[in-house]
């Protein structure tokens, strides 16, 4: 008989560790050390289950760069003794959290799984209950000795997906999480159905990296018609700043006169990296394909292709925490390095 796999389950904070105080009905954090007990489903499924927690759970919002690299060390220094991670996290910046840890993670062997809820796990509608159960399911779902899925990924609703590839999209729905540009990795309904086409296959003969170092002087100039010059200006001078997710229109469609595009083009050339992300949720930039996007390639900026603008966020960090030279910079960001982006 093989022995049962070994799941850490990590709690960082959000909804999902909820519960209703007794007496005064408030919503208090859960005490995660107590998880068995306050959720007995839990000792029927077929794996064991140990738990961490944040000494002081945080909504999402709250989240940031040392928050990452705690989830990140969290992972490493348990990565030997368990066969499957489920990371707790408010929903709020899941996306941007798990992409970001996707990077962080190389040469990752084993699952992942991102999950969070909309109601808190003391409710009795909660989402959370199924969300939980099923991401512990598939961070133990072993085939022929080998995880099914080795990938950083987030579960919510029914549907597994690549993290790097999701947007949270309904702050209401229970199915609040979308990956336009790339398929589900698996659906689960009377059966857990992976989409094995999609899942990525893990390099085993290398040994986990953690990428600890993440640069945070980025920021999203999000475009609008009407954008000030002096809005556009005033971002791309502030001091320090390494990196740019440009938001633009449809597939990667900017304003084309002499102004914006000689403020673009001074910054990039003090070395500023400008990435270019569609404001769309699906589809992908396509520079050249109108005049209005054709001139971006030309003075420098960067196609980020069918990327979501938290993976972008998240593969900035990375690039620039690591420090590579201006032509890889280009090379890498320009690779599928954790499936996040689509190379035709
Ligand atoms: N505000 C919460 C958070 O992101 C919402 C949630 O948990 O879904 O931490």
């Known amino acids: 008989m093989t022995s049962k796999r070994k799941i850490l389950l990590i709690y960082t904070g959000g909804t999902i560790g909820m519960v209703k105080d007794h007496e005064s009905k408030a919503l208090k954090a859960f005490d995660f050390s107590q998880i068995l007990e306050n959720i007995p489903e839990l000792k029927q499924l077929d794996c064991d289950i140990t738990s961490l927690s944040f ?32 990371v ?22 084993k699952p992942v799984i991102f999950t969070g809820s909309q109601l808190p796990i003391g409710y009795l509608r909660t989402d959370a209950k199924e969300n939980l159960i099923t991401s512990i399911e598939i961070a133990s779902a072993y085939e022929d000795g080998l995880p099914v899925v080795s990938e950083v990924c987030l579960y919510f609703e029914y549907k597994l997906y690549r993290a790097n590839r999701t947007t949270k999209l309904s702050a209401e729905q ?24 999609f899942i990525e296959v893990p390099t085993f003969d290398k040994k986990l990296i953690v990428r600890k170092n993440l640069c945070s002087d980025i920021a999203i100039l999000k475009l609008f018609p009407g954008i000030s010059l002096d809005v556009v200006k005033s971002i791309l001078t502030i001091s320090n ?46 520079s050249g394909h109108y005049e209005t996007s054709s001139f971006l390639k030309n003075i420098g900026v960067l196609d980020a292709k069918d990327m979501t603008t938290e993976s972008a966020i998240a593969k900035l ?24 982006i689509t190379i035709k």
């Not at 707790?88 to 040469?107: Q, V």
């Open 174 to 197: 229970f199915e609040a999480f979308t990956s336009m540009n790339y398929p589900p990795l698996a659906e689960s309904g009377v059966h857990l159905n992976f989409n094995q086409d």
């Open 55 to 86: 000494d002081e759970p945080i909504d999402s919002s709250n989240m940031n760069t040392q928050y990452y690299v705690q989830i990140a060390e969290m992972i490493e220094q348990n990565y030997e003794q368990h066969d499957g991670f489920v």
């Open 241 to 286: 700043l390494k990196g740019i997710v440009m938001e633009t229109y449809g597939a990667g469609n900017a304003p084309n006169n002499k102004e914006f595009i000689d403020l673009l083009s001074n910054a990039i050339s003090k070395g500023l990296y400008v990435v270019n992300v569609t404001q769309c949720v699906g589809g992908s930039v396509l």
């Open 317 to 340: 960090m990375y690039l620039l925490g690591v420090g590579v030279e201006k032509d890889k910079f280009t090379h890498y960001f320009n690779q599928s390095l954790r499936g996040e």
């Open 88 to 109: 707790l996290t408010g929903s709020d910046t899941m996306s941007y959290i798990s992409s970001a840890i996707s990077f962080m993670l190389e040469y990752l062997t």
